[in-house]
């Protein structure tokens, strides 16, 4: 069963506003006259209803039980959905009855509205913030874990519970490596407190701390950027255009926004913030330095470790404060040197190499094949010509040494002869200078001379030959 707060007129009077005071006591004083003037004892009982302090209504004693009826259905209705949660009938509506001699109702619809607006609330207990209740579950210590897991999403258990422990010992600074918590603070002011709610808002474990990080929604000014619509802006902020119209006066579908207007949005604000912070002595690492020296020792491309690198060591003391898990602020009280980073040497050679690879680059600056190797207007052609190149100039094929470089009286005119050290040797003829001298080491693509017509030559071009292991061989095969 259930019953209703029926008070005395006089004790009500005690917690109301004045204005609310000289109405009741003039209604009191009535009734304290009616009653004297009786004749006949044939007095009535009225009820005046009020919401708190506000005042709602009439209703008449036959109507206070039908009330009782339709609110004790409620009741078990409500029972039988949460069997769980110890139920009552709102306590924040109050009868006050009166006894009178004729009952003056004037508004028919109060009977209704109150059978329509008390609610079935569970006794809870509440997460108040900063005075406001926005949390309700059954009992202290689901809230108490409730904070509890909201902390831990930000550092560890073994991090809260160290904490926890030494809150009220005087701590020293740390002198070896390690990290601590030394403060856990809250945005907010906090309260857990005795309440009711209807049952539906009883929220789980899991449900009020997504609540208490998502939080509420809260409006904000945001600044038009370029290429921003009405329906872009909205659906950034999860709004629809209608929604985002609604928050801004003078705002219409046919608005055209300027680049720079503010408009106001909708953020979610979480509820609560956490700021932990550590004090952190650690060891990190000091990188070493890589170091190239250049050397005619090694050929080009050739490298070779000269010294192995090391890293070094600091020891760094200092405090961090992070909101959130987001860090706002760092403060180094001592960083210290304990061990020196030795640099990596590496050595890159600079010498060319004398070795060919066996695979050759193009001799010219581009250029096509206008004459193959093979029988040739009555006797063997030993090479291939090159004519018509991009430019004129002259490469070695692979890398190796000059053998010989200078004007060849048989025919060849000026020419040069490259070993390239792999059984391979090239020969450029028909040269209109040269600029290798023999024993020279060349690389692959390095100039050697001009392209030309020297010697028994039909126009400008190059003659090129190749030599393997003594033979002749066709140059189109290695090119």
Request: glycine share 8%; aromatic share 6%.
């Amino acid at each position: 069963m259930f019953s209703f707060k029926n008070i005395d007129l006089g004790d009500y009077l005690k917690s109301i506003k004045i204005a609310t005071i000289v109405a009741a006591v003039a209604v009191a004083s009535l009734s304290s006259q009616l009653i004297a003037d009786a004749k006949d004892n044939q007095v009535k009982t009225i009820y005046h209803v009020y919401k708190g302090t506000t005042f709602v209504g009439n209703i008449t004693d036959k109507e206070k039980a039908e009330l009782d009826n339709s609110l004790q259905e409620k009741l078990t209705v409500t029972e039988a959905a949460f069997p769980t949660y110890n139920l009552e009938i709102d306590q924040d509506i109050i009868f006050i009855p009166e006894q009178v001699f004729q009952a003056s109702i004037t508004d028919n619809n109060t009977l209704e509205q109150l059978k329509n607006e008390i609610e079935i609330e569970a006794k809870t207990t509440a997460l108040a913030i900063e005075g406001e209740q926005f949390i309700h579950m059954s009992s202290k210590e689901e809230l108490e874990e409730l904070i509890r897991n909201f902390k831990l999403q930000y550092m560890t258990v073994e991090e809260l519970e160290q904490f926890e422990s030494m809150q009220d010992q005087d701590l020293q600074p740390l002198s070896e490596v390690g990290k601590r918590v030394t403060n856990v603070e809250l945005s907010k002011k906090i309260e857990i407190v005795e309440s009711s709610t209807v049952p539906s808002d009883i929220l789980t474990s899991d449900a009020a701390l997504t609540f208490l990080n998502s939080g509420v929604k809260e409006v904000k000014a945001y600044s038009v950027k370029e290429g921003d619509v009405l329906g872009s802006i909205a659906a950034a902020h999860s709004l629809t255009t209608k929604d985002l119209i609604a928050l801004n006066d003078g705002l219409t579908e046919d608005t055209v926004l300027q680049i720079g207007q503010e408009v106001n949005v909708t953020v979610k604000k979480p509820l609560l913030e956490v700021t932990v912070s550590r004090e952190i002595y650690d060891k990190r690492p000091i990188a070493y330095e890589r170091v190239v020296q250049k050397t005619d020792e090694l050929t080009k491309g050739e490298t070779k470790v000269k010294q192995e690198g090391q890293n070094g060591e600091a020891t760094i003391h200092y405090t961090v404060k992070q909101k959130n898990g987001t860090q706002i602020s760092q403060n180094v009280f001592s960083e210290v040197i304990t061990k020196e980073s030795i640099s990596e040497i590496i050595l890159e050679g600079t010498k060319n190499s004398s070795v060919g690879t066996g695979n050759l680059v193009w001799p010219t600056g581009g250029g096509y094949v206008s004459s193959k190797q093979g029988q040739r207007w009555g006797k063997y052609h030993k090479g291939i010509d090159i004519a018509r190149p991009g430019n004129r100039t002259i490469k070695a094929a692979d890398n190796g040494v000059v053998v010989s470089a200078g004007y060849d009286n048989g025919g060849y005119g000026n020419k040069i002869v490259i070993n390239h050290n792999n059984g391979m040797k090239t020969v450029y003829a028909h040269l209109a200078s040269i600029s290798v001298k023999p024993g020279q080491v060349v690389e692959a693509g390095s100039t050697i001379g001009v392209m030309g017509s020297t010697g028994d030559s039909t126009g400008v071009h190059l003659h090129f030959e190749v030599y393997k292991n003594g033979s002749l061989v066709n140059p189109l095969d290695y090119l």
